[in-house]
Structures are given as C-alpha cells and as structure tokens.
C-alpha cells in the first residue's frame, strides 16, 4: 500500500496544478479521498486504520520533503506544502496516536512557515473572519472543531517535547508559544486577549501558555487592565459597565499569578530604575471598584492555597506535565480542579 501512495503523489498529484490545494474545499477534497482510501484498504486487506492513516501521512511527508530538497531545502509552498494540511486533517479526524509522525509534522509546518498560527486562528476567531485577517480558511469544520484540533496537537507537541527556536526570541518555545507571524509577532495568547475570547484563553493557560510581558507586547493582565482603565476614563460616565467577557479573562489570568505587577513606561523606567509597580499603586481606581481582589493587587499577601498552587503549577510545566500531570497526583478531585485552573 506505501508504493501506491508513494506512486500518487509522484506521478498523479505531481501532474497538478500548483495552486490545486490553495482552496479549502480542494483540501477537503483530497482528505475525503484518502479517508476513502483508509476505508477500503483496511476492509480488503485486514489492516488497522491507524496503521493505515499513519502510512499515508508518512507519505505526505516524504513527498513534502522530497520535493523540497529538490529545491535546496526550500519549501516550493503552494500544493506542495498545502499538502501538510491535509495530513493535518487526517491525524485529527483518524485521532492518529502515533507522537513521532504528529511531531515530524508539526515540526515540517514550523520549518517552512516559522509559525503555527493557521492552526491556531480558527481556535481563537472561528471560520468565518480567518479568511480576512491570514488570508487562509480553516480546514476545520467550526471554532469548536478547531478548539479540539488544537488540543489534539497540544497534546501531542507536549508529549514530545517539542521546542522551537523563533527569531523574536533568543529562547526556544513551546508550540503555544510560537509567535504568529501575521499578527505582528505576537504571542497566541496575547491575541486571545486582545480578542476576549475566554474559552481559548483557558484552555491556553491550562496548557501553560507564557503570561509573562515581552520587547514586543505587555503582559496580558496588563492588556486587560489597560482597557479597563479606558472603560473607567469615559467623560460624562455616572456608571460603569465592563464586558463580562473581558472580567472573565482578567479572573482567568489571576488564576496564574501571585501578584498583579505593571511594568512601568520606558523613559520612567530609565530614570527612576523602577521597572514595574503593583497594580492598586497603579490603578486605584479599579481596586475601589472592586474588580481586584486584595490578595492579587499587591494590598494583601496571597493567600496560601493560591501560592502553593502557582509553584506546583511552574514545576508540574517544567516537567512538561501540564495539564494531564495534575491526574496523577495524589489529591483530592476538588483540589485537582484548582490546580488546573477550572475554579477560584
């Protein structure tokens, strides 16, 4: 079955146009084909269908592969990478288990494009807007399809420990933590932020997502402090009302922290050598309102439960054991749930 694979992609697929694949419906042309293909072989020979997925997806990259060394290791794009997609597809639909191909993948998309963001937009802003902002349509059927397809290769970049060196950053990062190459470099999470979306964010924490600030944006608490305090600074307002959306982000985001600290601007910073100050220093307004427990404003020490929870957590992701570690330890169901950041 390989050499028949193999002998589609050099002889019938070659023969294609080069832009046959740029169409999202042409992708789930060929998905449709070799799922059709994955049927019928594992009926008439007695195979696996995992095994039978696996074949195919290795094929995909070999063809990938192959035709980029032909170009001095130069990635030709066009069907030629687009094909990467489909194999993509194919390892969600087929829930394929095997981490080495899933990682060879992920690792090939990252060789040719420095980024992952088309698989993570259609997580973060659905079906419908990728299109306006990447240029690129989703192979997958909706946001919640796309939630669960960027789950599945969460899992597997963690279970291999996957690592990438990007030109924003002098350290390696993790698969969530690759920049997106055309949102100005700027970490995923930032963009769920930036665009409210609570769910993502979660399920970005959880996995242990950088909240950290960086040279290119503010951290995210910050960003959401921010249009907070605009919402406060409206003239002629007797009443406040902040999105409920952006609320649930900002208590997400305490979740993962001791202590709010906002850096402070440059030009003071380099004057003053302070280069960050607590919030309820920096917002008052917003600790009176309440939006800011005490424990998280720099007013009161954290509470206990809370710090011991932040540790266990860097530890737990050190260990590349977030967030599927936390089963394993011997806790109680409760404690468990707040260790993985699903309740205050």
């Known amino acids: 079955m390989e050499v028949l694979i193999d002998c589609y992609f050099d002889r019938l697929f070659s023969e294609m146009e080069r832009s046959c694949l740029a169409s999202r419906y042409k992708r789930r042309e060929l998905v449709n084909y070799f799922s059709d293909v994955i049927n019928s072989c594992a009926e008439a020979e007695n195979l696996d269908k995992q095994d039978v997925c696996e074949r195919i997806v290795l094929s995909t990259l070999r063809y990938h592969n192959i ?53 993570l937009v259609g997580a973060i802003f659905g079906t419908r807007v990728t299109h306006f902002l990447s240029g690129w349509k989703c192979d997958f059927e909706d946001r919640q399809e796309n939630i669960r397809a960027l789950v599945y290769f969460l899992d597997h970049a963690i279970s291999g420990r996957l690592e990438y060196r990007c030109e924003s950053s002098p350290m390696k990062r993790r698969f969530i933590d690759v920049p997106m190459e055309s949102y100005g470099q ?149 404690l468990r749930d707040y260790l993985d950041l699903l309740r205050d």
Request: proline fraction near 6%; charge should be negative.
């Open 67 to 119: 035709t980029m060394m032909e170009n001095g290791s130069v990635c030709l794009l066009g069907k030629f990478h687009n094909v990467l997609y489909v194999a993509a597809k194919l390892c969600y639909d087929w829930d394929l288990g095997n981490n080495e191909i899933v990682g060879r993948l992920l690792n090939d998309i990252f060789y040719c494009e420095r980024t992952f963001e088309r698989l």
């Open 186 to 334: 700027v970490l995923p999470l930032r963009v769920a932020v930036q665009h409210s979306a609570p769910d993502i964010l979660l399920i970005m924490l959880r996995y242990g997502a950088s909240i950290e600030s960086d040279i290119l944006a503010p951290s995210p608490i910050e960003i959401i402090l921010t249009k907070l305090n605009e919402l406060e600074a409206q003239p002629g307002q007797t009443e406040v009302v902040y999105p409920e959306h952006l609320m649930t982000c900002l208590r997400l985001l305490l979740r993962t922290v001791t202590t709010v600290c906002v850096r402070t601007p440059e030009h003071i910073a380099d004057r003053s050598g302070i280069l960050s100050v607590s919030l309820h220093e920096q917002y008052p307004n917003l600790m009176n309102r309440d939006l800011i427990p005490p424990e998280r404003s720099g007013v009161h020490p954290a509470e206990l439960r809370h710090l011991c929870r932040c540790q266990i957590r860097e530890t737990l992701h050190a260990n590349w054991a977030l967030p599927h570690g936390i089963k394993k330890l011997q806790i109680p169901e409760s």
